[in-house]
């Protein structure tokens, strides 16, 4: 069964209540266990994913290594994200802007989501909410509101629970509680949800990355939200571990070094691992000003790296500990766990330094994907919460992918 309507209508006109298309058939159909492979007989079947602002797939990646969900449609407005997410996730990725988007009728047991954060950023301005990039929870709400998915997972920066002075917050989560009350002020699905900061690094990653996570479950199938679990909160895994332990061959992709200036090797030569700017007495000819003590921050190699950003100038692009030199990024992926096999390409070329290193930055690494995921899956499954068969995964990401090649070439 195609469960995928083609046609788009303007999605600011809700469909009324009763009306809106469901994947309801599809629901009948999914007898099975929640696995990919079949158990006593069943069919396999596994839980269907839709991404929104899936960028380069971090998430979407992680949430496929559980091994027990599948994505089926994603979008993203960035060319040369999509083209890295085709590469290494599959073709089921549109790109298109998402406020314009109809959402396609595909099976969707789970959402997984990352909207942009930079407005919510302790590290940018605050205006939050206020933005247009900020409204772009909005998106999420009208799928949750068409889609119902059973459940979800959104990542964001902590600083989305402060911006506005807490307005954005109690907005996003009033949104993702309550999508059709908050967008229509009507009845729809609820979602119990959870909102936990946690450290990426509790969680396997070599690097401090503080996220806001927020899950939810739908209300009617009587299940909350698991709590994190913090694999590594004991025992971080630390940056010789993961850049040096295996070392990264020269001609690795995305690898490519030596695009610092002379004076800025011998200023990072003045800057021992570990340290900063801040160490270069202020009358020293390569001293700079710096207002954040990220800026020429070199890695400690016994301990986890520090957030992996997308984007900044000079003195912001992270810097290794034994050479003085900027991180590639390969090494930045390696601190974000993606595998050495997962290539990122430019909106033209495989190797365009910034555009790839922010499609690392902007990535939820995929092993705390990986843990999420999987606990909220978890959850799930004991309260035997049933996933979409496996077959009609295929088939609905197959068709996906047949569009979005004909939307691409439109
Ligand atoms: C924080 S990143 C998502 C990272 C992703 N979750 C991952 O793990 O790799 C946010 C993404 O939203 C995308 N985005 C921003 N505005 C958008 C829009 N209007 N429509 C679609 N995507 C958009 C950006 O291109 C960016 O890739």
């Known amino acids: 069964m195609n469960t995928i309507t083609e046609e788009r209508a303007p999605h600011r006109s809700r469909p009324a209540l009763g009306q809106q298309r469901t994947f309801r058939g599809v629901r009948a159909q999914a007898t099975g266990h929640p696995q990919l492979t079949s158990h006593r007989g069943r069919p396999p079947s596994a839980y269907s994913a839709v991404s929104l602002f899936s960028g380069c797939g971090g998430l979407d990646f992680g949430a496929e290594q559980t091994g027990r969900i599948k994505t089926i449609w994603a979008i993203d407005n960035d060319p040369a994200a999509v083209r890295t997410y085709r590469h290494n996730l599959g073709d089921h990725i549109w790109q298109m802007d998402i ?7 595909v099976p969707a047991d789970i959402l997984l989501a990352g909207p942009p954060c930079q407005d919510f950023s302790s590290l940018w301005n605050h205006d939050g909410a206020k933005t247009s ?15 119902h998915p059973k459940a979800f997972v959104v990542e964001n920066v902590p600083g989305l629970m402060s911006a506005n002075r807490g307005e954005a917050w109690l907005l996003v989560r009033h949104a993702l509680r309550s999508p059709s009350r908050f967008l229509y002020d009507s ?12 450290d990426f690094a509790d969680l396997g990653v070599p690097q401090h990355r503080p996220r806001l996570v927020v899950m939810g479950i739908r209300s009617d199938l009587g299940v909350r939200p698991p709590a994190i679990p913090r694999p590594t909160a004991d025992a ?27 004076v800025v090797i011998e200023r990072l030569k003045l800057i021992g691992p570990g340290e900063n700017y801040r160490v270069i007495p202020p009358d020293h000819p390569l001293a700079v000003k710096g207002l954040i003590s990220h800026v020429y921050r070199r890695l400690n190699p016994d301990r986890p790296a520090y957030t992996i950003i997308a984007s900044g100038g000079g003195g912001t692009h992270g810097y290794h500990h034994r050479e003085p030199r900027r991180l590639s990024n390969r090494e930045r992926a390696r601190l974000q766990t993606f595998p050495d096999s997962f290539i990122f390409h430019g909106a033209e070329r495989r190797s365009n ?15 705390a994907g990986r843990v999420i995921v999987d606990a909220l899956v978890d959850a799930l ?30």
């Open 381 to 410: 499954r004991r309260a035997g919460v049933r996933g979409t068969l496996a077959r009609e995964i295929e088939q609905s990401r197959r068709l996906v992918a047949r569009l979005a090649t004909r939307q691409q070439s439109a």
């Open 353 to 367: 330094y910034a555009q790839v290193r922010r499609q690392i930055g902007n990535a939820v690494p995929p092993e």
């Open 236 to 262: 971080h895994v630390v940056v010789a571990k993961a850049l040096d332990s295996i070392p990264i061959p020269d001609d690795a992709p995305n690898h490519d070094i030596g695009s610092d200036s002379d």
């Open 187 to 198: 009845p729809g699905p609820r979602y119990e949800i959870s909102a936990e900061l946690v």
């Open 133 to 147: 990039r900020g409204n772009l929870f909005r998106e999420i709400a009208r799928f949750l509101d068409q889609r």
């Open 99 to 105: 406020a314009e988007v109809e959402f396609p009728d």
